[in-house]
């Protein structure tokens, strides 16, 4: 069983920036990708940024040149920087952990960013 634990939501003004982390228990980390998905207020969830085993990245178009996802395997976390935040970005950010074999998804319980402007 995987738990994730993320952090580092709030409250911040249009053009600051964020720092959220997401912690995985268990031993299956640094072997499978890992994301951040958000859910908008009335919204469906969307995927935010990915990344792989090998540090291969990608990005929702909305947050290109602003979020930069990041994982440092030995401390079983991945990070996600959100700088020049928009009102837009508020959400419910969740962390995520897809494993393979078997096909699994793994959620963490969701951090809450609020951007004002």
């Known amino acids: 069983q995987v738990q994730l634990v993320e952090s580092g939501g709030g409250l911040v003004q249009a053009g600051g920036s964020l720092r959220l982390s997401c912690v995985a228990s268990g031993s299956i980390f640094r072997t499978n990708t890992v994301a951040w998905y958000r859910q908008p207020p009335g919204k469906q969830r969307e995927l935010v940024a990915r990344?792989?085993?090998?540090?291969?990245?990608n990005y929702a178009d909305s947050v290109k040149g602003r979020f930069t996802i990041s994982r440092d395997n030995a401390k079983n976390t991945v990070y996600l920087q959100m700088n020049s935040l928009k009102p837009e970005d508020t959400a419910v950010y969740y962390c995520n952990l897809l494993r393979l074999f078997p096909r699994t998804d793994y959620w963490g319980q969701g951090t809450q960013v609020t951007v004002s402007s």
């Open positions: 990344i792989g085993t090998g540090g291969s990245t």
